[in-house]
Every structure is written in structure tokens, then in C-alpha cells.
């Protein structure tokens, strides 16, 4: 947000008791695994300068298309991007006051990957009904060398072991940072099921 505002301009004046709204337009430009950070500062009538550093409700998944993949296309993509760069994965916990994990419980877990963090379902992948399979497209504004948006592919699985009351978060991209964002975002998201 460096140079957003004109510093050397008179800013803007808002009276006392009143709110002012700004609209932000975000386009991204390349991956990243941490909310961006913007610092609001003002003046008060009486001098006093007030500085609130604030992180911006944008996560990674905010920028994806979901993609719907037939389950040999998606194994296929899956053990592609097989590597050690390309792949993230951690075991979560479910929330102690969650109810057991069953099959209701996986469709809530379905709902979080395709209406949350915006990927499309791959139903078949999996022979057992404690696995999500998802995909998307992470779109950025960024150009190649062609004038064309540089994408980014992006797989997930959520595993479930009902259990021991876990899942095991798995994602796969060929930028190692999306592959984090998208572990992250998904398990803050099953943590809060």
C-alpha cells in the first residue's frame, strides 16, 4: 500500500463521528502464503497521530476457479506433481466439541474445499468415503512472455481417519508457496468446521 495516497496532498478529512469507507481492488501477481499487511495512520484535530498496522482478510484461495477433473485426469495431475517442492502436508486434529467424523461430517469437509477455498469436487477419485479430492486454478494478473495470465494448477485431498478423530491435509502445485497457502487455508478451515 506504499504510495497508495498521494502523502504530499491534503489527504482526507473525516468529521468527528462519522466513518469513511475505502475500496480496495486486489489483483495478485504471484503466490503467496500470508495475508497482506496495510498500516492505516491518521491525525487527530489535536495532533495526536494514530498508526494501526492491519492484515487484509486475503487469503490465496480468494483467487482461485475451481476445476472439475474426471478421476483418472486428476491421479494423473496427482502423481505428476509428485516432489518435495511441490507438495505440503500436516495432520490436524479435529475441534474436541466436533461431533464424530462420519459420512455428515465428510460433507461438511466437502462443502469447506468447494464453497470455502473454492475448488472444484473430484468425486471417484477415492474408493472410501473419508477422502476429498478437489481442484482449482490459482489466477494471477501476472503476465508471460506470450501477454498470457500466468496460472497456477492446484490440487488437494483431505483424509480423514475417523478414528483417531484426524485428517490429513495434502496439497500439491507446482509453486511451492501456493502449495503452503492452500494447507494453511485448509486447515484453519477444518479447525473451525
Known sequence: TD??????????????RTQAKLLLMVEVT???????AMR??????????????LRLPIVATCFMEPVTLEPGAFMQR????????RECQEVVKAPPNAPKI??????????????????GRCPGCDPTPWTVSG????RTGAKDLNGNNI?????????????AGAFRVTTRTLH??????????????????
Open 3 to 16: 504510495g497508495l495516497f498521494d502523502e504530499d496532498g491534503p489527504g482526507c478529512t473525516v468529521a468527528v
Open 30 to 36: 504471484a503466490p503467496f502464503d500470508d495475508a497482506p
Open 40 to 53: 492505516i495512520s491518521f491525525e487527530t484535530d489535536d495532533g495526536v497521530r494514530h498508526d494501526y498496522p
Open 78 to 85: 496427482w502423481k505428476s506433481l509428485e516432489g518435495q517442492d
Open 102 to 119: 462420519d459420512e455428515e461430517y465428510m460433507e461438511r469437509i466437502s462443502k469447506i474445499i468447494t464453497d470455502g477455498l473454492k475448488f
Open 135 to 138: 481442484a482449482a486454478t490459482f
Open 151 to 163: 496460472n497456477v494448477g492446484c490440487l488437494v485431498r483431505v483424509e480423514a481417519n475417523p478414528q
Open 176 to 193: 511451492p508457496l501456493c502449495s503452503k497457502a492452500v494447507k494453511n487455508v485448509a486447515l484453519v478451515s477444518i479447525k473451525l468446521a
